[in-house]
């Protein structure tokens, strides 16, 4: 058989076709309701991190750079605006707060059991959720935390 | 372009050269009647919106996958994760005048790869979203009656079978390029954009694929067909 025969073979070839799908309506409903909130989550800290890692790096480590003093200084620049001074609050506590509730609420399952009157709480093994979870109550902490702790 | 190609799968070559020149566009109305353009801008708006897009190929998937393995079970899950991954990709996907269609070509082609080259197969972000709401997708009151109606329908194509099982032993690069020509029946342009490549090295693969798959061909059927 030459090569061009076999492409008539192939090209002439009757094929299997799926014509009624019914496993298709099943995986619509969950594939629409898929969302990750990870992600969402680490961009929520972008800015608390940033403002925490130059804090470490300038006070805690001593390096000094004009990287560093640039990005203290813009969020001074937030702090000492009138209006803008009201961000301040929502970025280093909202952000943070709000990132902990949807990754929260990503890796546990609530359900309340009428006839037992129980709740029932399940926590599934989901490590990055987890992880932005934990990240995020550590930045928490950090911002609210009294300066005057030893 | 690089955000139409997913980011499962970054792009390699240098892209002037992919598309030669602005009016090389393959838009295929005809798949559907849908309006991409339109709609894609309606899910990034409104996620719920995809439906559309899931109704519309979502057959068109699961045929080319299921022509490709012979294997209900593994087309399924296939065909779940590619637009499980086209859903969460499709906020960064920009329309270029290329029906989405070809978009969900490549990462069905893409799980394909990690199925036939893998001996366990797990569609990890089906996993994800089965394990999110309980629920087992794979699993329903209509699965047996479906798996055997499908199998039934491989034993009506027994040549189809044939051939398919001398296929699957070529490389993957050439079942890729002869599934997509003469199972799908797409053209070298077409295939040159579900798989990133050039038309000339389309061509060329299943010039090759097409010499390989000959070779694999049973004495008798050599015999057989002999003119």
Same mark, same amino acid.
């Given at each position: ?10 090209? +002439? ?27 969402? +989550? ?20 001593? =390096? ?10 813009? *969020? ?25 509730? =949807? ?6 399952? *609530? ?25 995020? *109550?550590? =930045? ?11 | ?21 602005? #009016?090389? @566009?393959? @838009?295929?109305?005809?798949?559907? &009647? ?8 309606? %899910? ?8 559309? %897009? ?8 699961? &045929?080319?996958?299921? /022509?490709?393995?012979? #294997? ?16 969460? &990709? ?7 005048? !290329? ?6 070509? /490549? %990462? ?19 996993? /994800? ?7 087992? %997708? @794979? ?54 954009? !579900? ?19 000959? /070779? ?12």
């Amino acid at each position: 058989m030459k090569n061009e025969d076999l492409e008539t073979l192939l090209g +002439g070839m009757n094929l299997p076709k799926p014509e009624q799908l019914a496993h298709q309506q099943e995986l619509k409903i969950p594939l629409l309701r898929y969302k990750r909130s990870s992600r969402a +989550g680490l961009w929520l800290l972008a800015l608390p991190l940033m403002f925490l890692m130059t804090v470490i790096l300038k006070y805690e480590l001593g =390096i000094v750079s004009s990287v560093l003093n640039f990005i203290e200084g813009l *969020f001074t620049g937030v702090d000492e605006n009138k209006f803008l001074t009201y961000l301040i609050p929502v970025i280093f506590v909202g952000l943070p707060l709000f990132s902990m509730v =949807i990754n929260l609420l990503s890796f546990s399952h *609530f359900a309340f059991v009428h006839g037992n009157k129980e709740l029932l709480i399940t926590i599934k093994y989901r490590p990055l959720n987890l992880a932005v979870f934990l990240l995020s *109550f550590a =930045i928490l902490v950090f911002f609210l935390l009294p300066d005057t702790l030893p | 372009m690089a955000l139409f190609f997913d980011r499962y799968h970054p792009p390699q070559r240098n892209l002037a050269t992919f598309f030669p020149s602005p #009016d090389y @566009t393959v @838009t295929k109305k005809a798949h559907t &009647g849908l309006n991409e353009e339109r709609l894609i801008k309606e %899910i990034q708006q409104d996620p719920r919106k995809f439906a559309e %897009i899931y109704e519309a190929f979502y057959k068109n998937i699961f &045929g080319y996958v299921f /022509r490709r393995t012979t #294997d209900y079970d593994a087309a399924k899950d296939i065909a779940a994760e590619t637009f499980l991954k086209a859903y969460t &990709g499709i906020g960064k996907f920009q329309w270029r005048n !290329i029906s989405i269609l070809y978009w969900l070509y /490549r %990462i069905a082609t893409n799980e394909m790869n990690r199925y036939f080259n893998s001996r366990k197969y797990v569609p990890e972000s089906l996993s /994800r979203i089965q394990e999110e709401y309980d629920v087992d %997708i @794979t699993d329903y009151s209509n699965a047996e009656t479906e798996r055997i109606q499908m199998e039934e329908e491989l034993e009506r194509h027994q040549e189809f079978v044939k051939i398919n099982d001398l296929l699957k032993t070529l490389d993957l690069k050439y079942q890729e390029v002869i599934a997509l020509r003469f199972y799908e029946q797409k053209s070298l342009k077409e295939i040159a954009i !579900i798989l990133f490549k050039n038309e000339g090295t389309v061509k060329s693969l299943l010039s090759r694929g097409i010499e390989k798959l000959r /070779r694999t061909l049973p004495e008798e059927d050599h015999e057989e067909r002999r003119p």
